[in-house]
């Protein structure tokens, strides 16, 4: 079956900290790697899509990177406004265009 | 403003009522889905469609119903049948492999 699993569940950092979120997934034929920001009471917003190991995106404090059994979220001094719930998800072959998602982190930045 | 709405923001349901939560997008997207998510857990897909008058279940159809009528338009049905039906539930539409989501509604079981 395939899954996706994030790690930490939390995340604790100071303004300014710099740290990874870590998305490790099972699939067979990974079509695509989706990275997603959520803040509290709001449908999820789209950050990145990756495809092949090796792969880098970047957005202002963040940069997600890409391997064959992961993929990591690094965040780059963040400051109070990246606190949020980070989403991974991945697109399999036998899921048509649907996503199968993991649980999230939720990350809290202090100022 | 090109974009997905979901509306109500708040429902509430009596036990053993239907009850119909609206998704509109203006994004010219084939595809849309729905979603529902509970603390703790990942988004579950429900049910998706990838054109117009065609639907596929998914992973946790029991319960629900949807109708794609027209392109713009995706809207789930909450039946008598979904024993536990309080969650967060959100809709997305997609232009090639990348989803989109609207801001959700919340429904709960009074």
């Known amino acids: 079956e395939d899954q996706v699993t994030q790690s930490p569940e939390a995340l604790r950092l100071q303004e300014g900290e710099s740290s990874s979120l870590n998305c490790s997934y099972t699939v067979s034929g990974l079509r695509g790697l989706f990275w997603y920001r959520q803040d509290p009471g709001k449908g999820p917003e789209f950050l990145f899509t990756?495809?092949?190991a090796g792969e880098e995106k970047e957005k202002e404090r963040l940069k997600a990177t890409l391997t064959k059994k992961e993929s990591f979220l690094h965040i780059t001094a963040p400051k109070p406004e990246d606190s949020a719930t980070y989403l991974c998800?991945?697109?399999?072959?036998?899921?048509?265009?649907?996503?199968?998602f993991g649980k999230g982190t939720t990350l809290s930045v202090s100022s | 403003d090109g974009g997905i709405t979901q509306s109500p923001k708040y429902l509430f349901r009596k036990e053993g009522q239907n009850v119909t939560l609206s998704c509109e997008q203006n994004l010219n997207h084939d595809a849309m889905y729905w979603y529902r998510q509970d603390p703790g857990q990942g988004l579950r897909l429900i049910y998706y469609?990838?054109?117009?008058?065609?639907?596929q279940k998914g992973d946790i159809a029991e319960g629900y119903s949807v109708s794609r009528e027209k392109k713009e338009s995706f809207p789930l049905t909450v039946t008598s049948a979904q024993k536990n039906p309080t969650a967060f539930y959100l809709c997305a539409s997609s232009v090639g492999d990348t989803q989109y989501f609207g801001p959700g509604t919340r429904l709960t079981v009074l």
């Open positions: 469609s990838q054109i117009v008058n065609d639907f």
């Open positions: 990756l495809y092949s």
């Open positions: 998800a991945v697109q399999a072959p036998e899921a048509g265009t649907a996503l199968i």
